[in-house]
């Protein structure tokens, strides 16, 4: 038999494509010793058939209790103690209609994890949204410290160490430009001789090449700050587009969170909820709570 992976390079299908339409498949009885009975091969084949027949009517007849209980943290959230994804399962409860939906660490079945714990989905989606809340609620505060501080010109002591680290390089690299035009003009007046000169000039070159890049990379950071503690703040800017949300959803979800992690410590669970531009949050939260914008 052959027919069945046909490739088509002039048609632009480099790659192998398996062919349904059992009729374009090319059959030559008979070429070669049969690997099973015939009589069991078609047996195995009817077997596989009635299976496959019972796994669709399963699905067919469980369609209506996935679509509404759709697994709406599914590749969010992750196991704290293994790292692996947590699984969704939907379980019917007996003598009723309710179906109760969890998360559970699918690694344990094969021994890589240790920890035995799950998660109710709605248990889970009340502390998520609780924390978007949250992170709704700071990026009031922050937005008005934010226009506060560009109103009043307001810097915090980072902002201020930068300034005054970069000010502090620029005096050196002046006073090395000084030195080195200096040094040329004691070579010229025969003051020093070409070996020393050649010697003082490597020292104070090298010298300015450090400060030049140390320089450079205050300024960078120097930049991401200002950054971070202005209107382009990443965080910021992506808050704005979900601060009217009045319900948890799976856009809501997407927009904010990274990823979830369940821990099992002992008997106790805990849940830990990785955003999105946490950096960006962090760096507005400590200037928020320098220049006494919140106590929280």
């Known amino acids: 038999m052959f027919g069945r992976m046909p490739t088509a390079l002039y048609l632009g299908k480099p790659g192998y494509h398996f062919e349904h339409n059992e009729t374009k498949w090319r059959v030559l009885p008979n070429m070669h010793e049969a690997l099973v009975d015939r009589d069991v091969f078609y047996e195995i084949k009817e077997r ?4 496959k027949a019972v796994r669709e009517s399963k699905v067919a007849s469980s369609e209506q209790i996935r679509k509404d209980n759709p697994a709406l943290l599914l590749g969010y959230i992750y196991c704290g103690d293994c790292g692996g994804r947590m699984g969704f399962y939907r379980t019917r409860m007996r003598n009723s209609t309710n179906v109760y939906c969890d998360y559970r660490c699918t690694r344990r079945t094969y ?6 714990h799950s998660i109710p989905q709605k248990k889970l989606i009340s502390i998520v949204w609780g924390a978007i809340q949250d992170q709704l609620r700071y990026f009031c505060i922050f937005e008005k410290m934010v226009q506060q501080m560009k109103a009043q010109n307001n810097e915090t002591s980072q902002q201020l160490h930068y300034k005054s680290e970069i000010q502090s390089i620029l005096v050196k690299i002046r006073q090395y430009m000084s030195k080195r035009e200096r040094l040329y003009e004691d070579f010229s007046d025969g003051i020093l001789s070409p070996e020393d000169y050649t010697t003082f000039k490597k020292r104070y070159e090298d010298e300015y090449q450090a400060l030049n890049r140390q320089l450079g990379h205050l300024q960078t950071l120097q930049n991401q700050l200002n950054r971070t503690l ?8 992506h808050m704005q587009s979900v601060q009217n949300a009045t319900e948890f959803n799976p856009d809501l979800l997407e927009a904010m969170v990274d990823k979830i992690l369940v821990y099992q410590d002992g008997k106790q669970r805990r849940v830990e909820i990785v955003f999105k531009y946490k950096q960006d949050f962090s760096a507005l939260q400590s200037a928020c709570e320098e220049l006494g914008g919140t106590e929280e």
């Open 111 to 116: 021994g890589h994890c240790f920890a035995s």
């Open 230 to 237: 202005s209107e382009r703040n990443e965080w910021l800017v």
């Open 48 to 51: 596989l058939a009635e299976s």
